[in-house]
């Protein structure tokens, strides 16, 4: 079992930058890559970035150039560095964990942007 908790969310004016922290803990040594996923009111749940176990890294189209994502192993920690904040950001994030194929989720931070 992998448990994730996030961290960071909060309110921002457009523009803005925030930065959310995932810290993994239990069974993690298999774990094959961590990622963001956000749902905004009445939407379906979206990818928004991944970082493998390797580095590599990955970003949905809405958010390249803004975000980014960072790891840092000896806390098993992954980052999502947020800039040029729009109010469209606006949702929960969720921390993803992928092991072994099977998806493990955080709890969720809100992010809200204001116009």
């Known amino acids: 079992q992998v448990q994730l908790v996030e961290s960071g969310g909060g309110l921002v004016q457009a523009g803005g930058s925030l930065r959310l922290s995932c810290a993994a803990s239990?069974?993690?040594?298999?774990?094959?890559?961590m990622g963001w996923y956000r749902q905004a009111p009445g939407k379906q749940r979206e990818f928004v970035a991944a970082?493998?176990?390797?580095?590599?890294?990955n970003y949905a189209d809405s958010v390249k150039g803004r975000f980014t994502i960072s790891g840092e192993n000896a806390k098993n920690t992954v980052y999502l560095q947020m800039n040029s904040l729009k109010p469209e950001d606006t949702a929960v994030y969720y921390c993803?964990?992928?092991?072994?194929?099977?998806?493990?989720w955080g709890q969720g931070t809100q992010v809200t942007v204001s116009s």
């Open positions: 993803n964990a992928v092991q072994n194929f099977r998806n493990y």
């Open positions: 239990g069974s993690i040594f298999s774990i094959n890559a």
């Open positions: 970082i493998s176990t390797v580095g590599s890294t």
